[in-house]
């Protein structure tokens, strides 16, 4: 019997019909778009994200834009991104102008590095071609970037922190959501991601209620909201008066009514997936060259269980051979992708993103993952010889 990478249906199966129940009270409603279950999924994901405002829409994508598009980002501004992550942490910053700087991890947590994060930021002040705004740390795989060294480094050099929490969302670091140190956590609700929906769609979080009613006008068309209305009288529905050049990036009803539902069970999903990843860790230590290490305070969500080994082809082939998937993420960084060979790398390049490239293993991790087909993966793994 083949063994899921990550089994979304059996989630849906332990919900006892709450998922269709959810979806066909939206059906029925007839509100399909902004609808009021998103409402009190923003509501209900800010109380959980400890964040003061929460906005849904389409994608985890939009999520990384409306912050920058709000604070004005143009050419001539340079943005400070890991390159080992998705394209979509990149991708954004070209979208208005603005210069994507790659910056290189650490070795263990494989986030963003602050070391060569500082060296970067101070590189490009000296050369004196781009202006440093804003830093975009990643919560790769689950875990918590380093935010208090990385918040500490945007105080410095007056810059913004974004926390890119597509995969993380729900990770906390000393007991907190990455929004204590960040300006702005973005998320994605992709349905491989922990929290996912059924289709696209992504949140912003902050505390900052200006930000929050400027990425509300934005994410619809830039609409007129309360702010704008200070001497105008507009008697219409805002979204016929446009204040700024906004996006068309909004949350389904039917993708809220679904969150809505995930999000009540996401605080359990937590525990067991760390149950899980301590498990693989004390199995699999002796067999592999480095399993998952998760920052001093740190509680990763587990989005990816990712090891790494010395014979990684030898490894995939065997696996397969044992009915046991993998994934390898990002096996071409950011900055080897030819759409982004033109953007800076961060001072002393980018060798441990180099390494990992050609190590890293991602194996099945997902809540429901029982014992019995854990026990599977993990013989498979020790049994590899090669």
Known sequence: MSIAFIDLQAQRRRLGGKIEAAVMAAVESGAWVMGPPVRQFEDELAAFGQAKHALGCANGTDALVLPLMAWGLRTGD?????SFTFTATAEV?????CTPIFVDVDPKTYNMDPQKLEAAIEAVKAEGRLRPRVVIAVDLFGQPADYPVIRAICDRHDMK???????????????????????ITTTSFFPAKPLGCYGDGGAVLTDDADLAEEMDSLR???KVVAKDMQGRSFDHDPKYLAMRIGMNSRLDTLQAAILIEKLKVFPE???WRNRIAARYN???????????????GGVSVWAQYTIEHDDRAGLIDHLKAEGVPTAVYYPVPMHMQPA????PQGAGGLPV????????????????LDEATQDRVIAAVASYKG
């Not at 340079?78 to 890991?82: G, I, L, N, Q, Y």
């Not at 890119?164 to 204590?180: E, I, R, Y």
């Not at 180099?354 to 997902?366: A, F, I």
Request: charged share 20%; hydrophobic share 45%.
């Open 269 to 271: 999903e937590i525990e």
């Open 220 to 222: 619809v068309h830039g």
């Open 340 to 343: 982004y060979q033109r953007f």
């Open 93 to 97: 910053v070209p979208w208005l102008g």
């Open 161 to 183: 922190l974004i926390s890119d929490s597509a995969q993380g969302f729900g990770c906390t670091l000393n007991g907190v959501h990455p929004l204590k140190w960040a300006d």
């Open 78 to 82: 340079a943005v400070f991104v890991p």
């Open 353 to 368: 993103t180099e390494r990992l490239k050609d190590r890293v293993l991602s194996l099945p991790m997902h809540a429901d």
């Open 282 to 296: 004390e199995h699999l230590a002796p067999h592999v060259a480095a399993v998952p290490h998760v920052i001093k």
